[in-house]
């Protein structure tokens, strides 16, 4: 996708050919800055600290950073694999990129292990960057029904499912993208997404950078403007979604499922193959909930009229405040998945049928 009509990927191999560049997105949208990352600590660093974060792009990265640990010290690999896994808890796509990672190398001579960590890494970001694109293609037509009917869409999102959370596309704006690329009146309710504010901060970015219409609300406005006939579809992304069809995604997702059910406003969820987690059957008490530290909550960081970029508190001193940083909506309040492959219901069977190889 494109910033300054410049395209770019969200993870990409330098021009000497083996150091990793990234968009630092703690700092966005204020700055505009990479990052080379020349060893795996650093890519550890940028997934753990989200420099990147994205449940896609940081099994990317993290696939990245066990090339840059084999080009150093390919003995090393259990170690890098365990301490890379161990980054952040909740997106499954972490743990699928570290055991395809395993699975091309552990029974390579150390030797050959740097080339393939290499190889497989640029597989896995082309496969995501293609992935993505086909999730595009397989939801358009949900916006182009709804375009035809009312003759123009509007669109409610959490977080950032884009193509910085990706490596290209993104998940959940791919159709939206591809929405607007075919010239359908489209326009996105973009949730700030406290307490990280990914969705003002960085897809309200995207979606500005790609022309497309948008509105950033309070996470508490989406109730109201479906009562209000405002919304016609929520498009999310998501870090892990379950056998049964449950949903990880960023905190907040679930009270925007419950609000769609309430008002019979239809709620997809947009997700690579790598989200499932077959392995899983209940979300709400098996999938792991990422726990961040409170100054997420007790402060806000922004840019001042005069261009500074200041972290305040918001908070009342001395009160405590916790940070879940996922929740899990259950299959039930779910509308449907979009996938690569095309789209189904969020359940067992459906999800079966589409992905028979994983049963
Ligand atoms: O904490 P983050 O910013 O990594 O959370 C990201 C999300 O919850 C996204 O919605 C999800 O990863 C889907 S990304 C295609």
């Known amino acids: 996708m494109k910033i300054d009509g ?7 191999l330098d021009a000497d050919g083996w150091s990793v560049r990234i968009f ?3 700092k966005l949208p204020w700055l505009v800055e990479q990052i ?30 066990v090339a840059l640990a084999m080009r150093a010290a390919p003995e090393t690999l259990d170690a890098v694999l365990e301490a890379l896994n161990e980054t952040r808890p909740t997106a499954i796509n972490l743990r699928w990129a570290l055991d395809r990672q395993r699975a091309r190398l552990h029974n390579l001579p150390l030797e050959a292990r740097a080339e393939a960590a290499y190889a497989e890494a640029q597989h896995i970001a082309d496969d995501d960057a293609e992935t993505c694109r086909r999730i595009g293609e397989n939801g358009l037509p949900l916006l182009q029904e709804i375009a035809a009917r009312k003759g123009r869409v509007n669109v409610l999102t959490h977080c950032n499912a884009g193509w910085l959370a990706t490596v290209d596309w993104g998940t959940a ?7 607007h690329d075919a010239g359908l009146d489209v326009h996105v309710w973009v949730d700030e997404t406290r307490p990280r504010n990914q969705g003002a901060a960085l897809t309200a970015f995207e979606l500005g950078a790609h022309g497309v219409k948008h509105t950033v609300i309070a996470d508490n406005a ?20 379950t056998r049964t069809g449950d949903v990880a995604n960023k905190i907040g997702t679930y009270l925007k499922a419950l609000a769609a059910h309430d008002n019979g406003v239809p709620f997809w969820v947009a997700l690579p193959h ?9 979300g709400v008490s098996e ?27 918001v908070v009342a001193a001395g009160s405590a405040a916790a940070n879940p940083a996922f929740d899990v909506t259950p299959a039930r309040l779910v509308t449907g998945l979009i996938t690569e492959r095309g789209r189904c219901a969020a359940n067992e069977a459906a999800l079966l049928g589409m992905y028979p190889e994983k049963g």
């Open 222 to 241: 989406g109730g109201h403007y479906m009562q209000h006939g405002q919304v016609d579809i929520v498009i999310v992304g998501t870090d892990r979604v």
């Open 274 to 282: 790598s989200t499932l987690d077959m392995r899983v059957r209940d």
């Open 36 to 65: 080379r990352l020349t060893r795996w600590e650093e890519a550890a660093h940028a997934i753990r600290s989200m420099q990147v974060r994205g449940a896609p792009l940081i099994g990317a990265v993290a696939a990245y950073g």
């Open 6 to 12: 410049i395209s770019y990927r969200s993870v990409w």
């Open 24 to 26: 630092d997105q703690t």
């Open 287 to 313: 999938i792991p909930i990422e726990e961040r530290g409170p100054a997420e909550v007790t402060e806000m960081t922004g840019r001042t009229a005069d261009g500074r970029i200041e972290t305040v508190r």
């Open 173 to 179: 704006l791919a159709p939206i993208y591809m929405a």
